[in-house]
């Protein structure tokens, strides 16, 4: 290696070959710089199986780049430990003063402050380059944005269909005639049917290293590791993509909300980790399913719904999180002050969706997206729970779990923080939709047809206990009028029973009185 000239400082949700700050990175003259950080591991109670996802990835991904010539300057946790990106600088300009360094904008607001003061913290030249892994640059969310009362997503995932033309006709009309066939994805799961189980991959030399190690080095993570099967390389995460598109997205449309104790999975892809950190872009994701909708595989539902899922949601979280800038999170339109349980850290609690979704979640640092919003997060919303701590809890048990991601999928749509700046009412229901999308009731000990009793349903209470206490915030929303007019029917009696059963439920969440479930299986 001749005189290194600059240094390309990758994070750890980065790692991609034709990333902005490495697509001109010449091997005689750059020095790849890549840390573990200390207050990275530990400003969460991360899941343990996250821990060594990230940590695994970055190391194979390090290894990846020196086959290709480069110089690494790693700073593992174990050998060369830091406490932050910017202590692993000062040490890689210690060892070589070079004057410029190059990076990619990292994709939270704490790091991205943490970055801007490296110029003159360090006296150096700082070349922060867009993240172009995405589909649109932050300036069009911003134009977006201008000027609109509202920021939906349905109408930023339409501009993006025409941008990219993923979906659309010659003459600019949408496949199918339409540009959303969301009505046709929320099927139950037939009660003879199992879906197939997902691809997983037995831990290398690398991992297993970090698995031997986690429960140990990092005593605050939460989580089993004992089930890690994901893919940590590329090709590993290419493998998994092409498994989804044969296997599992041509039902993938149909049973997308659909719940069941037979598979935590279902039909979802498990492929969003591997997408935010880098292994695999967004771009090849969709096009790949795009083609198998062209070629006859799947039909136009699950393409659409799947695409929807990256091209709109995932780029519209993403927009919002910076448009709303770093004090987004803060606060709390509820007023909502209610701990977060104990039973969110063992599973142990017997409402047997809530204990399957929680459970899973412990097991395997995965939960698709109607367990995450429409039960814990229902749940945590119904129940007046902290929407800090809940975040909190998002960020750390999840595999694919970042703040610019989670953050507005929790605090804004989940528990409606934000006082709709994100949706455009409360994702709130009672239990008679987790019954019709799930299987979970049958075998709980609450009855979602209940709304009073000792073996009634939490949800149905909860619900109406939520409606009422929020009148004033809520009143007057258009698409909670019809809610309102049935609360306004109901007789007095009726309210107040429903009323004092909530409040009764409330109260054994406080005092840890909850009744215990069975045990949960493995999702692997």
Not at 268 to 283: A, E, K
Not at 461 to 485: C, E, I, Q, S, T
Request: charged content about 25%; some cysteine; glycine content about 6%.
């Amino acid at each position: 290696m001749s005189a290194i000239k600059s240094f390309r400082f990758i994070l750890g949700d980065q790692l991609s070959v034709s990333l902005a700050s490495l697509r001109d990175a010449d091997p005689d003259h750059d020095l790849i710089v890549m840390a573990e950080p200390n207050s990275e591991a530990n400003y969460v109670a991360h899941h343990r199986q996250k821990i060594v996802f990230i940590l695994s990835a970055m190391r194979h991904f390090a290894q990846e780049l020196r086959e290709k010539g480069f110089a690494v300057c790693y700073f593992d946790y174990e050998n060369q430990p830091t406490n932050s990106f910017s202590d692993a600088l000062k040490l890689a300009l210690k060892n070589h003063p070079v004057k410029q360094v190059i990076i990619t904008e990292p994709g939270e607001w704490r790091i991205r402050t943490e970055i801007e003061t490296w110029a003159d913290k360090f006296g150096i030249v700082l070349d922060v380059r867009d993240d172009d892994r995405f589909f649109a640059p932050l300036s069009v969310f911003a134009e977006f944005a201008e000027n609109r009362k509202e920021l939906r997503m349905e109408y930023f995932y339409r501009q993006l269909r025409r941008t990219t033309g993923i979906l659309m006709e010659p003459d600019g009309k949408p496949v199918g005639g339409q540009w959303n066939f969301d009505h046709d994805n929320r099927k139950r799961l037939p009660d003879d049917h199992r879906p197939p189980s997902p691809l997983t991959f037995k831990p290398d030399s690398i991992t297993q290293a970090l698995l031997n190690r986690v429960k140990q080095d990092f005593p605050n993570a939460c989580g089993d590791h004992e089930s890690f099967g994901w893919a940590v390389t590329r090709r590993d995460a290419l493998t998994v993509l092409d498994h989804f598109i044969e296997h599992r997205l041509p039902l993938f449309g149909d049973y997308q909300d659909a719940m069941t104790v037979k598979s935590s999975t279902v039909y979802h892809s498990l492929l969003s980790g591997y997408i935010n950190v880098g292994l695999l872009l967004p771009d090849e994701v969709c096009r790949a399913a795009e083609n198998a909708y062209r070629v006859g595989k799947i039909p136009i539902n699950a393409a659409e719904g799947f695409i929807r899922q990256i091209l709109g949601w995932r780029e519209y979280v993403r927009g919002l999180y910076w448009h709303m800038g770093p004090d987004y999170g803060k606060g709390s339109y509820f007023d909502a002050r209610r701990p977060l349980p104990a039973f969110f850290w063992d599973g142990n609690v017997g409402m047997n969706c809530l204990h399957h979704a929680i459970t899973e979640t412990l097991d395997n640092a995965y939960a698709h997206h109607i367990q995450r919003l429409m039960v814990i997060g229902n749940f945590a919303l119904l129940s007046g729970l902290d929407p800090k701590e809940v975040c909190e809890w998002y960020l750390a048990v999840y595999i694919d779990a970042f703040e610019w991601v989670e953050l507005p999928n929790t605090f804004g749509m989940a528990l409606y923080a934000d006082g709709g700046k994100m949706a455009s009412k409360p994702y709130a229901a009672s239990g008679k939709y987790i019954n019709r999308m799930s299987d979970y009731c049958t075998a709980c000990q609450y009855s979602p047809n209940k709304n009073t009793g000792p073996d009634a349903c939490p949800f149905n209470a909860l619900y109406w206990h939520f409606l009422d206490r929020n009148v004033d915030k809520l009143g007057k929303n258009p698409r909670l009028a019809m809610p309102y007019r049935n609360w306004s029917r109901m007789n007095g009696d009726c309210k107040t029973a429903l009323i004092e059963q909530a409040e009764h439920f409330l109260t054994q969440i406080d005092t840890g009185k909850i009744p215990k479930p069975s045990h949960q299986a493995s999702l692997w």
